[in-house]
């Protein structure tokens, strides 16, 4: 019966790591793209076989939640504003610019929010950390073999020749999945004392691949992230101490804010970038144009970007390139979603989610406790100059949802066992 039970529970673990993978976008896209880079002429990826193992995802996940239905329904009461952003999300095929392709997707956000509250009522946060810890660990040995067996797929060609992209379609997709990765493994050593040289070594061959990516962003956010986890230990000392210390900290940030942003020319061309972060800043004023047109409920959720019959044809028009989103999340949700999307998403997290996350800090002891915040670190960064807000079928609202779900469990209740 313990063989069986643990047979099952690994099953059941081997599911969620397998789809963490599929949700990170590696590595079928680009194995079925034939190794396509930006700029080819070839006709567009077939992306037929990733859609069915998601909707087998949805199909698995649902049978998992319907199992555990009495804690789900526990779990679910106690953050309301995903789930009506999820609904507005579906709801805005009422008004979408393409009502159809907001219902496909609107399904796909619904499936995929699923997968995070699968994720937050079964496993706790340590279980999180360390299923993620896999996932990412397969990620990056599959990109270096990639890289160094075939080349064709892992590293890039084109306007982008040699840059590594590993099990993911470009260099940028690769960067803004590994940056977080990198957080992960650095609080999984911080935890660990028999293996924690195999996940130094983790951290390392994933630095190698974000510098290698050369994804400026996510660079700087990973780099950022890892002073995240070091100067967060502060909310942990006794008020007396942490006041003061958090303001120094504080203060030392925005001053290197200040001196970043006046530099920013300067800084940007050593790094090889322009002023404008490589035309976003270019495109940003014709987003707004296009805001102003439907600001309160936006253009339907997944309307926006999908191709030369939607709105974004005249953006690229304007342009003279075709990007696939505002590279800025917020405003991918503003043009989606409307103002009264965004607002409500802004009040969850600001009102909502982050002061849980600073309170599991608090009330914690192990490594774990950091993940919340570190997280919701990263995605306040990330949609700067990424878009990672509510995606279907995407790795960071997978983990979003599941850490806006958990956080509202007090830590006392978690199951802190290990896997």
């Given amino acids: 019966m313990k063989l069986i039970k643990r047979l099952l529970l690994f099953i059941e673990q081997s599911f969620t790591v397998v789809s963490l993978l599929l949700y990170s976008g590696g590595p079928l896209t680009v194995i079925l793209s034939g190794g396509a880079n930006e700029g080819d002429d070839d006709e567009e990826t077939n992306t037929s076989l990733i859609l069915i193992l998601f909707f087998f995802n949805y199909l698995i996940t649902v049978f998992l939640l319907v199992l555990?239905?009495?804690?789900v329904m526990r779990v679910m009461r106690k953050e309301k504003i995903i789930l009506l952003l999820v609904g507005i999300?579906?709801?805005?095929?009422?008004?979408?610019?393409?009502?159809?392709?907001?219902?496909?997707?609107?399904?796909?956000?619904?499936?995929?929010?699923?997968?995070?509250?699968?994720?937050?009522?079964?496993y706790s946060m340590k279980q999180q950390l360390q299923l993620l810890g896999w996932m990412y660990g397969i990620a990056v040995i599959l990109s270096f073999v990639f890289?160094?067996?075939?080349?064709q797929y892992g590293i890039m060609g084109g306007i982008h020749e040699g840059k590594w992209r590993g099990i993911y379609n470009h260099k940028n997709t690769l960067g803004k999945v590994i940056a977080p990765g990198i957080a992960v493994?650095?609080?999984?050593?911080?935890?660990?004392?028999?293996?924690s040289w195999l996940f130094w070594m983790a951290f390392s061959l994933a630095f190698i691949l974000l510098i290698r990516s050369s994804s400026t962003s996510s660079l700087l956010n990973g780099v950022f992230l890892i002073a995240a986890s070091i100067s967060f230990?502060?909310?942990?000392?006794?008020?007396?101490?942490?006041?003061?210390?958090?303001?120094?900290?504080?203060?030392?940030?925005?001053?290197?804010?200040?001196?970043?942003?006046?530099?920013?020319?300067?800084?940007?061309?050593?790094?090889?970038k322009d002023t404008t972060l490589t035309?976003?800043?270019?495109?940003?004023?014709?987003?707004?144009?296009?805001?102003?047109?439907?600001?309160?409920?936006?253009?339907?959720?997944?309307?926006?970007?999908s191709g030369p019959d939607t709105p974004s044809f005249y953006i690229w028009q304007a342009t003279g390139w075709t990007p696939p989103n505002s590279h800025n999340g917020y405003l991918d949700l503003w043009?989606?979603?409307g103002l009264f999307g965004l607002l409500i998403y802004?009040?969850?997290?600001?009102?909502?989610?982050?002061?849980?996350?600073?309170?599991?800090?608090r009330a914690t002891k192990t490594s774990e406790g950091f993940w919340p915040l570190i997280y919701m670190t990263y995605m306040l960064l990330a949609n700067v100059s990424e878009t990672t807000l509510m995606i279907q079928n995407d790795l960071f609202w997978v983990v979003y949802v599941a850490i806006a779900f958990s956080v509202q469990i007090p830590p006392e209740s978690h199951k802190l066992s290990a896997i």
């Fill in 335 to 337: 043009l989606q979603i």
């Fill in 279 to 305: 035309g976003r800043g270019d495109m940003w004023p014709y987003i707004f144009e296009m805001i102003a047109k439907k600001p309160f409920l936006g253009y339907g959720y997944g309307a926006f970007w």
């Fill in 346 to 361: 802004t009040f969850g997290f600001l009102a909502g989610t982050l002061p849980k996350t600073f309170y599991w800090l």
């Fill in 89 to 122: 999300a579906v709801f805005s095929f009422v008004w979408s610019s393409d009502p159809k392709k907001t219902l496909t997707r609107g399904i796909a956000i619904i499936g995929t929010t699923l997968f995070g509250l699968y994720l937050a009522s079964r």
């Fill in 233 to 272: 230990r502060v909310f942990r000392w006794r008020d007396n101490f942490m006041v003061p210390s958090a303001i120094a900290i504080a203060s030392l940030g925005t001053i290197f804010y200040v001196i970043v942003s006046v530099a920013t020319e300067a800084i940007l061309t050593a790094l090889g």
């Fill in 68 to 71: 555990r239905w009495k804690k």
């Fill in 185 to 195: 493994f650095f609080l999984l050593a911080a935890n660990s004392k028999k293996y």
């Fill in 147 to 151: 890289i160094v067996a075939l080349p």
